[in-house]
T-cell receptor
Framework: AQSVAQPEDQVNVAEGNPLTVKCTYS??????LFWYVQYPNRGLQFLLK??????LVKGSYGFEAEFNKSQTSFHLKKPSALVSDSALYFC?????????????FGTGTRLTVIP | NAGVTQTPKFRVLKTGQSMTLLCAQD?????MYWYRQDPGMGLRLIHY???????AKGEVPDGYNVSRLKKQNFLLGLESAAPSQTSVYFC????????????FGPGTRLTVL
């Protein structure tokens, strides 16, 4: 069975400080991993994905994520947070064996960047 | 490109009423999805389609029906709305392979009284 855990409902960080939003996953076989961001009253927007290869993935708006197979984690990071990064972040996973309809989402982490 | 669009943006129904949500995409994607988003529960897949004329059940299909008569459109129907169907509904589309990201519409906020 596939699942995604985002252990923190809320993350607060001061503007200019580094941020981390945590994600761990469980999947049969090798995973495809995704991060999406949702701004208020908007749909989800794709940030980045891990397919294969380099464990450090770079995405939109200066975000990056590190795939760690031994810890089954895919934490989202940014070196210097902006107030405009405040949003709801979702991690998602799909087994490479599964069809595209089997994307599982975490429950989301609300990031607040404090000026 | 408009991407993925959804109509309506908001709707209030009374229990027992029916309605249809429309999703349209202009990216020539084969796959389309309907999700619902509830507080603290992330997104849950209602139904999906892997191509024109085909539909399949997702994680939470009860109380909903769908149709994909044209490749670019995916309709979600509520035959007899219930308060438990109060939610935000998102449509998404993608190319077939699981490695491809999904593109989401702006959502429809539905309240069932």
């Amino acid at each position: 069975a596939q699942s995604v855990a985002q252990p923190e409902d809320q993350v607060n960080v001061a503007e200019g400080n580094p941020l981390t939003v945590k994600c761990t996953y469980s999947v049969s076989g090798n995973p495809y991993l995704f991060w999406y961001v949702q701004y208020p009253n908007r749909g989800l927007q794709f940030l980045l994905k891990y397919i294969t290869g380099d464990n450090l993935v770079k995405g939109s708006y200066g975000f990056e994520a590190e795939f760690n197979k031994s810890q089954t984690s895919f934490h989202l990071k940014k070196p210097s947070a902006l107030v405009s990064d405040s949003a709801l972040y979702f991690c998602a996973v799909i087994s490479q064996r599964a069809g595209a309809n089997n994307l599982f989402f975490g429950t989301g982490t609300r990031l607040t960047v404090i000026p | 490109n408009a991407g993925v669009t959804q109509t309506p943006k908001f709707r209030v129904l009374k229990t027992g009423q029916s309605m249809t949500l429309l999703c349209a995409q202009d990216m020539n994607h084969e796959y389309m999805y309907w999700y619902r988003q509830d507080p603290g529960m992330g997104l849950r897949l209602i139904h999906y389609s892997v191509g024109e004329g085909t539909t399949a059940k997702g994680e939470v299909p009860d109380g909903y029906n769908v149709s994909r008569l044209k490749k670019q459109n995916f309709l979600l129907g509520l035959e007899s709305a219930a308060p438990s169907q109060t939610s935000v509904y998102f449509c998404a589309s993608s190319h077939p392979q699981g490695a491809n990201e999904q593109f989401f519409g702006p959502g429809t906020r539905l309240t069932v009284l």
